[in-house]
Structures are given as structure tokens and as C-alpha cells.
């Protein structure tokens, strides 16, 4: 989407503004004061006491000058001249101004550093993302790509057999099916990504999807199963299948969600009696692309799918730790209004 552009034409600055009022300011005890002369027709002479007058209300009008500069243009003109040097790449300009002058400049400065650092730490994502993709798709198509060419080139005089024919047709299929995999992963990161509705749920509310979607699961809801939180269904289907799906995938047969509510917040434990999350991989599980499940078709992207999603509607996911077998994740949401 292309910016939109400010109509160009003259605008005049804050600074001749601010000082033109000051020098209106300053030219009415000047006006004043001729106007009486006038009117009384005395001589044009002031007297030291109106010059003394004039000086102060000049002193006071240049005081007036500097606090204005000091406190808003000034500041305004560092932040401008910030979100130049941003726009050109410069990430060192995401630092505080030296002055902000004013409570109301302060704020706009910390949104304005807040953006900021959003847009770089997303623009970083971003290229990673892109190449981690890259890297996942050129994968599988280039094995599709080397068993097509293998079939493409079967020599008439040594043909393959037929066990080596269904080899190679049953790794192209398996690797178009990892492909279409990654591709309705990047859907739903997209969905995450950019939420287009609101909406509240309940777990109430996704236990038939899920018992239907996942029927070697025996789940469970548990708790306050009725307290809707903000997360529209499809939404939350989409990250409560993830977990049930890695869930399956570590070999577990029992999905418990517990719900719970405090304050403005749900609280809903998601627990599986799986094989669990060793040691070394619990600070990776949440890493774009990272599994260890690659052999068999996981795309590693599960996880940052559910996180990036509740962090769309203002919710959090994290590990906890477990002292038996299996998984446990808690998920905290806004509760609906």
C-alpha cells in the first residue's frame, strides 16, 4: 500500500507563526503609546520611563521567544529530523531526544520511538521469515524436481523397475503434500498477522471442534469452561488445533484445557500426557521453522503460528514447566466484554 501524500502547497512554519504573535505582542505597548502622544499632542519624546517600558516588554517578548523554541519547535524539529534519518535506514536515530519540552511533545516522542521499533524489529522479521521460507519451499521442490527429471530421463533399454518408479512418484507426492503444508501454514501466519474481525469464544465452544478434528485425542475441558475471552472462533480454532495437533504428533492420547478466570484475564491450561519438551529445545520451541519432527512433515511453524495469533487479539502463550510426561502451555486472554 502506497503512503498517501500530503497536498503540497504553502503552509507557513510553527516558528514564524509562534513569532509572529510575539512581535504582535511585542507591538502593542508601542502602538498604545503612540496613540496616546497622539491624541494628546505632547511632544514625540518618550520619557525613560516608556523606554524602560519597551525594554522590558522586549525582554519578556525574547524570554517568551526561547521558552517556545526551547519546548516546541525545537523538539519538533529533532523529531522530524529522526524520522528522516529512520526512513532512510538509520536505525541509531531510534534513541530519546535530548529535550522534549512539553508533556503532550514527550508522549507523541515515545510513540513515535514506539513505532519505530515496531517497524525495524518487524522489517528484521520479515527478511528472516523470508528466508527461512525460501529455504523450506527450495527443499521439496527441488526433490520433485530431481524425481521428475529421473523419471522424465528412464531409459528405454534399462527401464526402472516398477518398485522404483513408485519410489519416486511417492516422494513427489510427499513432498506436494509438504508443500501444500507450509502454504496453509503461511495462510494462517497471515491470518495472525493481520486480524480482520473481533470476536469472543469459550472453550465450551471449541471442545466439539476439536474432539471432531482429533478423535485419537481423549480432550477435556476443565474449570470455568464458559468464560468467553476475546478471540474470535475461527481464531481460536486455529490456534487450539496447533496445539492438539502437535499434542497427537508427541504421541499423547489425553488434551486437558483449563480455564480459569482473574481479574480481566483468562488463564487457560492447555496439557497433554505426550512425550513433553526436552530441556535443550524449551527455549526453541517458539522459533519460526524449528521442529523435531522435519522427517515426518512438521513444518515448525505451529507454534509461532498460536503465538503470533494471541498476540494479534493481546494475548500470551508460554511453556511451563512439567515434572512428569508430557506438555503443559498457558495461554492468557483478555476476557470479553
Do not use: C
Amino acid at each position: 500500500m502506497t503512503a498517501p501524500k500530503v497536498r503540497t502547497k504553502w503552509r507557513p512554519p510553527l516558528a514564524m507563526i509562534v513569532y509572529a504573535v510575539l512581535l504582535a505582542v511585542m507591538a502593542l505597548p508601542v502602538l498604545i503609546i503612540i496613540w496616546f502622544r497622539a491624541t494628546e499632542a505632547t511632544q514625540m519624546r518618550m520619557t525613560p520611563a516608556e523606554v524602560g517600558a519597551l525594554v522590558v516588554v522586549l525582554m519578556l517578548t525574547l524570554a517568551v521567544a526561547y521558552v517556545l523554541a526551547r519546548t516546541i519547535t525545537g523538539p519538533i524539529n529533532a523529531l522530524i529530523t529522526r524520522t528522516e534519518e529512520i526512513a532512510r535506514g538509520g536505525k541509531a536515530a531510534i534513541q530519546p531526544l535530548e529535550s522534549y519540552g512539553t508533556r503532550e511533545i514527550a508522549t507523541l516522542s515515545q510513540s513515535f520511538l514506539d513505532l519505530a521499533g515496531k517497524l525495524v524489529d518487524r522489517t528484521e522479521y520479515v527478511r528472516s521469515f523470508a528466508a527461512h521460507v525460501s529455504h523450506e519451499l527450495k527443499s521439496p521442490l527441488t526433490a520433485i524436481r530431481g524425481a521428475a527429471e529421473l523419471l522424465r530421463d528412464d531409459d528405454a533399454d534399462q527401464p526402472m523397475t516398477k518398485a522404483q518408479r513408485s519410489h519416486f512418484l511417492d516422494n513427489i507426492v510427499a513432498d506436494a503434500e509438504r508443500l501444500d503444508t507450509l502454504l496453509s501454514r503461511l495462510k494462517e501466519l497471515a491470518q495472525a498477522e493481520l486480524p480482520a474481525i473481533q470476536g469472543k469464544t469459550a472453550i465450551d465452544d471449541m471442545l466439539p471442534l476439536l474432539r471432531e478434528r482429533f478423535p485419537v485425542l481423549e480432550i477435556l475441558g476443565l474449570g470455568d469452561m464458559e468464560a468467553a475471552f476475546s478471540l474470535p472462533f475461527e481464531a481460536a480454532g486455529i490456534v487450539f488445533a496447533n496445539l492438539a495437533e502437535n499434542a497427537a504428533q508427541h504421541g499423547a492420547t489425553r488434551l486437558e484445557l483449563v480455564a480459569s478466570v482473574h481479574a480481566r484475564t483468562v488463564t487457560i491450561l492447555v496439557r497433554d500426557n505426550g512425550s513433553g519438551i526436552s530441556e535443550g529445545n524449551r527455549e526453541r520451541v517458539f522459533q519460526p521453522f524449528f521442529s523435531t519432527r522435519r522427517e515426518q512433515g512438521g513444518t515448525g511453524m505451529g507454534l509461532d503460528i498460536v503465538r503470533t495469533m494471541l498476540g494479534s487479539y493481546g494475548g500470551t502463550i508460554r511453556l511451563k514447566h512439567t515434572t512428569g510426561t508430557g506438555a503443559e502451555f498457558e495461554i492468557a486472554l483478555p476476557l470479553a466484554a
